[in-house]
């Protein structure tokens, strides 16, 4: 009997270190393709169609392991400061998996080229709630925080008076500055919230460290995601506003995609929910707000991107006050996604 519990415990102690050595590893294998690609990507660029492919796979395994770190870094964070997950999801992880969106819409913006601009956040925005919200749903049944149906009525009214704000075709210095002020007011609305439920404790003191490593993580792995898929997108010849919406958009939504899935998986619901409808009011605020501020961005809003853009901001607060979230929700979700792709590129 002792020589068993012997040896149990010897076979607990080996499966646990094998567990951390597998980690170290994971680790290590993130920090070396971390430094290649980034090396890479800032000597030689994206110069052939081997290395965007390179870029497209590198850059996946990035966000992947990132993503991670980032969501065990806001969980703790969310426990020491007493806010609900669903916040620290609306918050610090949405304007970390929002990096890559900011860096190609602002730098886009700045190159006159206005339709990546927008079209990548609009793009986004549909890509969050169609795609990524869609795929947690089937990973997990998503039990959404109590803050998740106010915030995403909060999400449908900013992208009704985004449109507005370009009625006339454009969106001006001052209509950036003056969305900038809303996410600003809108953090500010938040500051009362509460933590909804005791949660554990994941990294403890490290939790900002990792937080920090997700968030690099998640930028640099979505920039050469972005950069790899839109250089192969040009070599099939795609135009412009196809590419921003699709191509682009998908890429930048990659940090969203799968830090919404990990939290899933995790069961850290409110990160999952939080996370997608907080990106969508960083994509719309603080993206395409500072975008237009460096330079104006005329919007066409007869194209079929806006089309879906206000319907997946109209049936998201349904969907959610209902409780219809379920798989077969999700699936009906990735057919829509599916559906928009198919317009984006036959009819624009």
């Not at 290649?36 to 395994?61: D, E, H, K, N, R």
């Not at 206005?114 to 925005?125: D, L």
């Not at 409808?277 to 975008?291: E, F, K, P, R, T």
């Not at 460096?294 to 049936?315: D, E, K, M, Q």
Request: net charge positive; charged share 10%.
């Amino acid at each position: 009997m002792v020589t068993d519990n012997i040896i149990s415990f010897y076979i607990e102690v080996v499966l646990s270190i094998s567990e951390e050595l597998k980690m170290k590893i994971v680790e290590i294998i993130y920090i070396l393709i971390f430094l290649m690609a980034s090396i890479i990507y800032f000597t030689v660029g994206v110069s052939s169609f081997a290395i965007s492919i390179f870029f497209l796979v590198a850059g996946s395994f990035i966000l992947v392991k990132g993503s991670d770190f980032f969501v065990d870094g806001a969980v703790n964070i969310s426990t020491k400061i007493g806010v609900s997950e669903h916040t620290i999801g609306l918050t610090i992880v949405a304007l970390g998996t929002s990096l890559p969106e900011l860096a190609i819409s602002v730098l886009a913006s700045y190159h006159n080229h206005t339709e990546t601009a927008w079209g990548n956040v609009i793009g986004s925005n549909v890509t969050n709630l169609l795609l990524i919200l869609g795929f947690a749903m089937i990973v997990m049944h998503i039990k959404p925080s109590r803050f998740a149906i106010k915030d995403s009525i909060s999400m449908l009214l900013i992208s009704f008076f985004t449109i507005f704000l370009a009625i006339d075709g454009a969106l001006q210095f001052y209509d950036g500055f003056l969305l900038i002020f809303l996410y600003v007011t809108f953090i500010y609305m938040l500051k009362n919230r509460k933590a909804e439920k005791k949660m554990e404790k994941t990294h403890g003191k490290n939790a900002s460290l990792f937080l920090l490593i997700g968030v690099v993580g998640v930028g640099i792995g979505g920039e050469t995601v972005v950069n790899g898929a839109v250089n192969i997108a040009k070599y099939l010849g795609v135009k412009e506003i196809a590419i921003a919406a699709s191509m682009v958009a998908l890429g930048t939504s990659l940090p969203e995609l799968i830090t919404s899935i990990v939290a899933a998986i995790k069961k850290h619901h409110g990160i999952a929910v939080g996370n997608v409808i907080g990106s969508n009011l960083v994509n719309l605020c603080m993206v395409l707000g500072l975008s237009a501020v460096v330079r104006g961005i005329p919007i066409n809003l007869h194209s079929i991107v806006i089309i879906f853009f206000l319907l997946t901001a109209l049936i998201t607060p349904v969907i959610l006050k209902k409780k219809w979230i379920s798989r077969v929700t999700g699936i009906t979700f990735l057919i829509l996604y599916v559906l928009f792709l198919l317009c984006i590129y036959m009819i624009g």
